[in-house]
């Protein structure tokens, strides 16, 4: 069974700095496209930023300069650091696991910034 379990929401203050993790379990994660998603108060989901297994990774511009995916391959991780967090980054942050076709989805994290 494919589990994807996120972890580090939370309130921090404008400017502040957070760092999202996503633990996968039940996939071959070094195949797997990863990648963090967010939905804000009556948004729909948006893509924030990916990595692909050979390492390339792209961001929205949104958050381009402060955000930084990253992974963990041997604890099949995938980690979001963001930095410079702004008010309108407050969302519910999914993380995202694709291969050929097969996706899965986090419960989703909440993370608040106040200004």
């Known amino acids: 069974q494919v589990q994807l379990v996120e972890s580090g929401g939370g309130l921090v203050q404008s400017g502040g700095s957070l760092t999202l993790s996503c633990a996968a379990s039940g996939i071959d994660f070094a195949l797997y496209t990863m990648s963090w998603w967010r939905r804000a108060p009556g948004k729909q989901r948006d893509l924030v930023a990916f990595?692909?297994?050979?390492?390339?990774?792209n961001y929205d511009v949104s958050v381009k300069g402060r955000f930084s995916i990253a992974t963990d391959t041997a604890k099949s991780t995938v980690h979001l650091q963001m930095h410079s967090l702004r008010p309108q980054d407050t969302a519910v942050y999914y993380c995202?696991?694709?291969?050929?076709?097969?996706?899965?989805w986090g419960q989703g994290t909440q993370v608040t910034v106040s200004s």
């Open positions: 990595r692909s297994p050979d390492g390339y990774t």
């Open positions: 995202h696991a694709e291969f050929a076709g097969r996706e899965n």
